[in-house]
């Protein structure tokens, strides 16, 4: 007998982060999954599920499925809460990795309890199975509704000194891995590479308070603040990397392609024009638009993978992105997690082809990327699967933070603006941790005009 999802309604007048902060704040193996400021936010504690680079994939498959819900419910529906870092990379393209990441490749909670909020009316409820214990459930309704009307906290990050930035690769280094990509496209090795780098900040931060400063300067639609076994990943990620609805229907969303935003609406909006006309941007989109629809036709029907929208500009608050869309539906017999399996790591953050792509990629880089262009969302007990690529994001330890961040090289690139476009992507994340960082004004100089 499948569980029904219950829903119990606590009116307005809730403010996700006020709520995150009063009952989640300071423990471990919780989530907030947050869709931003018109958008919803779920959040809540879950119980950590053991699992490693061998066995995440068969404990997704083993998430129930089949739970009994209104069709106005909530698109949330409990689950399994987490990430996939990018050295499971592994398993999935059967190149052995010889990095390993200081992180857990895999971490999961399983969520039988779960709040939901709409930023957009304040409107709170709580999701819970049918199967859960009444007593506990109405103690834990009464701490909600005493945070009802509660001002949000405000942003903050620590209380250290501000923080120094240690990268990977300096600039020097990274203008000659560019070089190096330009080199094995040259050769015919690969035709697009997606060099990445890393910054590392020593010292103690709140994930919290981190979240919260990046929320308010990078509003996107898949926000997460997810802190299992004491590793914390937080992500103001503008790219959906698997959405599967329960009939089966698989969509992915790679972007490639970035511009800065201009201060003022005449220069924004050439800037827009600019990445719109760009062959290097669309050629670089159309290549990874391709290796998706490649990755979909394995585990999906023939003929229904679809591109439905290519090379749309999509702004956020501190860049213009060229995003695409492309479609299919599962094969009988296929499960959303083979898709997820069959797509990563997703191909907007490898390269073309994929595999060879990797491994030119894992010599340039000489480290894990870790969490990093991996992927993080839910596994939801009605089938439903929405994960995110794990870019804009910061990762945080007892040792500190890093941020990665990097682009696709193409044989059009120019080096220098490909440095830059690194950089203005890290700008806000090391912002957020207090780093007095590349400013974004200066990036955006050598990727094209910020100023009218």
């Known amino acids: 007998m499948h569980p029904t999802l219950l829903r119990s309604p606590l009116g307005t007048g809730f403010d996700a982060a006020t709520v995150f902060a009063a009952l989640y704040g300071g423990r471990d193996d919780v989530f907030w999954l947050d869709s931003g400021p018109a958008g919803m936010s779920y959040l809540g504690a879950g119980t950590p599920v053991e699992v490693d680079d ?56 399983r969520v039988d309890r779960a709040i939901a909020i709409d930023a957009a009316t304040g409107a709170a409820e709580l999701l819970v199975r049918d199967d859960d214990d009444a007593a506990a459930v109405g103690r834990w309704r009464e701490e909600v509704l005493a945070l009802q009307g509660t ?82 990943l937080l992500s103001a990620s503008p790219e959906r990397f698997l959405d599967i609805d329960p009939s089966g229907v698989v969509t992915t969303r790679p972007i490639k392609g970035t511009r800065p935003r201009g201060s003022a609406a005449a220069a924004d909006a050439a800037l827009a024009a600019e ?8 050629a670089e989109n ?51 997690i083979d898709a997820i399996e069959a797509c990563f790591p997703a191909g907007s953050m490898t390269g073309a082809p994929k595999i060879r792509a990797t491994q030119l990629l894992d010599e340039l880089e000489g480290r894990a990327r870790g969490l990093y262009a991996g992927a993080f969302g839910y596994v939801g007990l ?16 007892p040792r500190g933070a890093t941020v990665g961040t990097g682009g696709g090289i193409t044989a059009l ?33 050598r990727l094209g005009t910020v100023d009218a």
Not at 167 to 178: F, G, I
Not at 291 to 301: G, I
């Open 382 to 397: 009605d089938g439903r699967v929405d994960l995110a690529m794990s870019i804009r994001s910061i990762v945080l330890d």
């Open 151 to 232: 001002a949000p906290p405000a942003p903050g990050r620590s209380s250290q000194a501000p923080p120094t930035v240690h990268w990977h690769d300096s600039d020097a280094r990274y203008l000659a891995n560019v070089a190096a990509c330009q080199r094995a496209i040259h050769d015919g090795e690969a035709y697009q590479l997606c060099l990445t780098t890393e910054a590392e900040v020593e010292g103690a931060f709140d994930p919290l308070g981190v979240y919260l400063a990046l929320r308010a300067s990078s509003v996107t639609h898949h926000g997460a603040l997810i802190r299992i076994g004491g590793v914390s």
């Open 54 to 109: 061998a066995t995440v994939w068969e404990m997704l498959r083993a998430v129930p499925q089949g739970v009994v819900a209104a069709d106005d419910a909530p698109a949330f529906r409990l689950g399994a809460v987490g990430w996939l870092g990018y050295e499971l990379r592994g398993g999935t393209t059967g190149v052995a990795v010889s990095r390993p990441s200081r992180y857990p490749d895999a971490a999961f909670l």
């Open 413 to 445: 690139s120019v080096p220098e603006e490909e440095l830059a476009e690194a950089k203005l992507k890290a700008a806000a994340l090391l912002a957020a941790l207090g780093v007095s960082g590349p400013g974004t004004a200066a990036a955006g100089r």
């Open 275 to 282: 990445l719109r006309a760009s062959e290097k941007e669309r």
């Open 286 to 336: 159309l290549m990874i638009v391709d290796l998706m629809r490649n990755d979909l036709a394995r585990v999906c029907e023939l003929g229904s993978v679809a591109v439905t929208e290519l090379l749309e500009v999509e702004s956020y608050p501190h860049v213009h992105q060229l995003v695409s869309t492309v479609r299919g539906q599962l094969a009988a017999g296929r499960r959303p």
